[in-house]
Nanobody, 124 residues
Framework: QVQLVESGGGLVQAGDSLRLSCAAS????????MGWFRQAPGKEREFLAA????????YYADSVKGRFTISRDNAKNTVYLQMDSLKPEDTAVYYC?????????????????WGQGTQVTVSS
């Protein structure tokens, strides 16, 4: 069992940066691949980025490639999402997720554990 808690969301202006954190419980964090998703009102949950259990491999959605960076610190049981050049359309609830097996994936159903989410609002 893994429990995930996101933090770092808030209200920012277009063009600003924000770093989200996701703290995981348990001693097996390094055995999970991690992902970030978001969901805007009235829209489906959208994949953003994933990172393998070692951090060696990363994978991004085209919509955020070059603006968002995923990273992890296994010693701190934490995964991060650095978001730069934020746009109003980035406004959503952001979720982190953990996937057994350690290999990156982009579909929500492939993830086993989810956090409660953190709100990011970007004003124009």
């Amino acid at each position: 069992q893994v429990q995930l808690v996101e933090s770092g969301g808030g209200l920012v202006q277009a063009g600003d940066s924000l770093r989200l954190s996701c703290a995981a419980s348990g001693r097996t964090f390094s055995s999970y691949a991690m992902g970030w998703f978001r969901q805007a009102p009235g829209k489906e949950r959208e994949f953003l980025a994933a990172i393998s259990r070692s951090g060696t491999n990363t994978y991004y959605a085209d919509s955020v490639k070059g603006r968002f960076t995923i990273s992890r610190d296994n010693a701190k049981n934490t995964v991060y999402l650095q978001m730069d050049s934020l746009k109003p359309e980035d406004t959503a609830v952001y979720y982190c997720a953990a996937r057994r097996g350690g290999v990156v994936a982009s579909q929500a159903f492939e993830y086993d554990y989810w956090g409660q989410g953190t709100q990011v609002t970007v004003s124009s």
